[in-house]
């Protein structure tokens, strides 16, 4: 069973910065896609940043030149380095691989609670 856990979420102001982890329980190179998405109340979930396994990288707008996304892939690790947070990042956010041919394609980590505020 593969397994995706997230870590480093927390409370931060305006203006500061998180990184967040991503623990996967095999080797991402498994996985075609790894990525980061984000939940806030009342919306829909939606894709943050994206990285293949031959290192496209792909932001959504609202992000981009603030957030970086990136992999250890002998630690098994993706992390996502948000920086200039706003309060309109606040979000939970979840970890994502997608593998493709099997039985089972999408994999979800259990969220980590983001929150931005003065």
């Known amino acids: 069973q593969v397994q995706l856990v997230e870590s480093g979420g927390g409370f931060v102001q305006p203006g500061g910065s998180l990184r967040l982890s991503c623990a996967a329980s095999e080797s991402i190179l498994s996985f075609n896609n790894m990525d980061w998405f984000r939940q806030a109340p009342g919306k829909q979930r939606e894709l943050v940043a994206s990285?293949?396994?031959?290192?496209?990288?792909n932001y959504v707008n609202s992000v981009k030149g603030r957030f970086t996304i990136s992999r250890d892939n002998a630690k098994n690790m993706v992390y996502l380095q948000m920086n200039s947070l706003s309060p309109e990042d606040t979000a939970v956010y979840y970890c994502?691989?997608?593998?493709?041919?099997?039985?089972?394609?999408?994999?979800w980590g259990q969220g980590t609670q983001v929150t931005v505020s003065s």
């Open positions: 990285i293949t396994r031959a290192d496209s990288i």
């Open positions: 994502h691989g997608f593998k493709s041919g099997g039985p089972t394609t999408n994999y």
